[in-house]
Nanobody
Framework: VQLQASGGGLVQTGGSLRLSCAAS????????MGWYRQAPGKHRELVAL???????TTADSVRGRFTISRDNAKNTVYLQMNSLKPEDTAVYYC???????????????WGQGTQVTVSS
């Protein structure tokens, strides 16, 4: 399985970025895809998650500013981040919750992360 994430970068306070994460490989089905982030010295935390059925969960800290969406045909999840704040600075990780082809066993798989930096 591979996760190809893109869209991170440097942006000023109040700006926007859009992250994307495409999954490929031995995937029979996807249960959920999500974004987590980890700032220096802090634990990794959930940002937003979306299930196969389209149910989205968003952290309180980003609700109203970030929107998660998904293209099932492309096995891709997006995170639209608006009104960015310096405290949003972190490495953002894509996570895949899927069932493997042939075995149908359920696994979690993490992408390598993409840096988002918001300058004040």
């Amino acid at each position: 399985v591979q996760l190809q994430a893109s869209g991170g970068g440097l942006v000023q306070t109040g700006g926007s970025l859009r992250l994307s994460c495409a999954a490929s490989g031995s995937i029979f089905s996807i249960n959920a895809m999500g974004w987590y982030r980890q700032a220096p010295g802090k634990h990794r935390e959930l940002v937003a998650l979306i299930t196969d059925g389209g149910t989205a969960t968003t952290a309180d800290s980003v609700r109203g500013r970030f929107t998660i969406s998904r293209d099932n045909a492309k096995n891709t999840v997006y995170l639209q981040m608006n009104s960015l704040k310096p405290e949003d600075t972190a490495v953002y990780y894509c996570k895949l919750d899927y069932n493997r082809r042939a075995t149908y066993s359920r696994y979690d798989y993490w992408g390598q992360g993409t840096q988002v930096t918001v300058s004040s």
